[in-house]
């Protein structure tokens, strides 16, 4: 069967294929349209998927939408009258959109792919997420459990999931109680853009002290059942899935962060020696992100306690956009009653993209299959820059530092590239990374990422400076290789369980000062455990690098600028060099290098 | 291991002032709807900027968002075109509009002290495939000149320096492009007639559009007035229960 799963209209906007009941491609309109989070019908990947495929449109079985957006309508038409009559504004620019492309989805997707409008099914937006993350899984049966911001009506979910079955939800939490939104709430609180930059206020939680837990469970309510409640008067719901607050948040937490302590977060430091005395300033912040970091910790324990009272299973599959959240997810593999934790590299809509194909095929009673890989992305086409280097003023490649002249070095042999890399990293230079098919997913997982020696904190900050222009308070963080989890982290086994970044794990002590740069201040990195069967260059990379080094570890943090989604083609990466003050970048066989 | 510096071999003339030499001028509707344009800029953004200070960000924004599409735009047309040089042109211009959309959202981050965003539009590209590459080359090169001529009146119309230079200086840029691809849109037809006749259909194309964005926007208009009389027509039969529905938030339901 092929089926093009495709999810849209909130964020991340995604097309999956699925050829003969496999999937082979995922692609996220942003890596394409260059617009970050982009939502829009996802029109490019989906052409981008199915010439990857080899199919047109007309060979497919199937076109699924990852929700129903009519019930996803009547969602936000009761949460926009509900405010009547102060909600006017909102209601005439948010029907505006509703009635285009968004609530008439079938007709959209059949106008643009050619396809006929009964060819468009659509799956449940948590179906869709369940599925995505069970049938990569690869378990048997596990409970399943999704925490996302909203779907159509339902926020959280409970299911139970068997090999070659429909994953059954027997539980749901209805919006407004939501912990995406609560965490998104914050986020926005604390100055950062909610449902964007949710890894900033997880990355500020390191820096405090839960202190003001008890002002945060008045308005995020946990019970001893598992189940919560968000205090109704403190939330802003009205919006379409853009939970902000009101003014009785306000006069709980007092006045939101302005534009002088978001500057003021720049004091702070993941690479400073230890965790040194917070100014009283930015106290109350950090007390405040590691406060709304640990109730949604505990929130999500109550959950998985729940789940594993309703389903009597050894493992779980984590799922939706709550479960980006590497710190709880390290802590509910800790703590939580399960064996063993799934959490797929893209939890979020994307990988909803990839579950509505799975879950419109298990319900026609086909086996599924999906790579147990993130790496179902695009090909870069090198040949576009090799093509066009020759004809290039060497000055277009050094935008940034004006000084430098780039080298061009061809190899024919992959282990003198793969050597040269590791030489250039051990002297200290930043390194992006191209190879093969990119990752699905926001984490650079060695296909499109930027490296450097993670014991070279000059390199460090300038990669911060110069390369990624980001807050000095995110932590980078750590590949390594399958044979070095346990003797570089605490946990290093249960970590390989989850390789791909998805938790957190502390760094053995011996080993802080030379792996510096990708440990944060709490002495955790959040690793990605690199198999040699399914990334033998990386691997031979990491090998490479030790060799030169001694250091069992890549610094390793995704490939893009600063508001840009991750670089996808090789033109793209060729534009991020030029713009930024990146010193070497590989292209397969190809090297550019800029020398000062 | 090959190993060399590699050179410029064609010369691309960023920052060259243009000798707008593509032919194509003369009177025709299209003149007069610029002329519209321009006048409107320097008449009535000035007032509205000063009216409200907060158009300014955004319209800065709007811009950062057209120079970040116009740069998309030349990326595809890279990956569509066999011609290598031809790739590098393209290239360039996809550095500088990246630099001008950066250099426009600094300038509405630094207005509206703050990120401003716009919604982001689609992306469509306007180079489909090879054959349609010279049609996108007319297109854009027809693009440039009304820009340029449009950041010009911006420039005199802003009335704030730091903006007023902005616009100056990437009118400069856009007019070395608009330069740059006239040449290549002459090698790639390789007859002037040829090329002055696509971009004379660019032209009407690009009128054309502004037709339909035109109509679009009264149509949006039209659409908010119905819109607003049906919110308030409805609102107070479907208040009470979407307000029920709000409170009641279903926890832990059965399904």
Known sequence: MNVLGISAHFHDATAALMVDDAIVASVAEERISRQKHDASLPLNAASAC???GGLSAQDLDAVVFYEAPHEKFTRVLASTMAGFPRTLGRFVSGMKGWLGEKLFVRNALSKALDVHPNRVAFSSHHASHATHAFVMSGFDEAAVLVVDAVGEWTTTSIGRARRGEPVELLETHEYPDSLGLFYAAFTGFLGFAPNSEECS?????SFGQ??????????????????????RDAFDLLADGKATYTPSFVRRFGEPANAATVERYGTLDALAPAVTVISPELTPWVDLAASVQSVLEEALLGLCRRAARLVPTRRLCLAGGVALNCVAVSRLAREGPFETMFVPPDPGDGGAAVGAALAHALREGRTVTIPKSPFLGLTPRYEDVHAMLEHLDPAHLSRVNNAGSVTCHRFTDDDRGLGFAADRLAMGKIVAWVDSRAETGPRALGHRSLLAHPGRLDTVRRLGRAVKRRAAFRPYALSLNATRATGVLHEGRAAGTLPWMQRTAPVHDG??????????????????????????????????????????????????????????????????????????????TLALERTR | METHAYHLSHVVAIGAR????????????????????????????????????????????????????????????????P???????????????MEHSERFQRLADGMGQGRVGVAPARRTSLATDTSSLRAFI?????????ISHEFDAYGRAAGVPAISGTFEALREDEEGHQSGLWSALRKLTRSDSEARSLVRRARWRRLYRSWLSVSKQLGDAMLALWLGLAYLLMGPLAVWSSRARMRSGHAAEQP
């Open chain 1, 50 to 52: 199915l010439a990857f």
């Open chain 1, 201 to 205: 206020t997880m990355a500020l939680a």
């Open chain 1, 210 to 231: 839960p202190t003001r837990v008890a002002e945060v469970r008045q308005v995020l309510r946990l019970a001893e059942d598992g189940t919560f409640s968000l205090a």
């Open chain 1, 511 to 588: 080993l802080r000062p030379q792996l510096r740069g990708g440990v944060h201040v709490d002495g955790t990195t959040r690793p990605q455990i690199v198999s040699r069967e399914a990334q033998p260059r990386f691997a031979a990379l990491l090998d490479a690098f030790e060799a030169t080094t001694g250091v069992p570890a890549l610094l390793n943090t995704s490939l893009n600028e600063r508001g840009q989604p991750l670089v996808d083609s090789a033109v793209d990466a060729l534009t991020m060099f030029a713009r930024t003050d990146l010193d070497v970048l590989m292209l397969d």
């Open chain 2, 18 to 81: 243009p000798r707008l030499a593509n032919g194509v001028r003369g009177g025709y509707p299209r003149g007069v709807y610029v002329a519209l344009r321009r006048w409107a800029i320097r008449v009535v953004m000035p007032v509205m900027w000063r009216l409200w200070p907060r158009r300014r960000a955004h319209a800065l924004a709007e811009f950062a968002a057209t120079e970040a599409d116009s740069g998309w735009q030349f990326k595809q047309a890279i990956e569509r075109t």
């Open chain 2, 83 to 97: 011609d290598p040089a031809l790739k590098a042109l393209l290239f360039c211009n996809l550095l500088e509009e």
């Open chain 2, 138 to 146: 007319a297109y854009v090169h027809a693009g440039e000149l009304d």
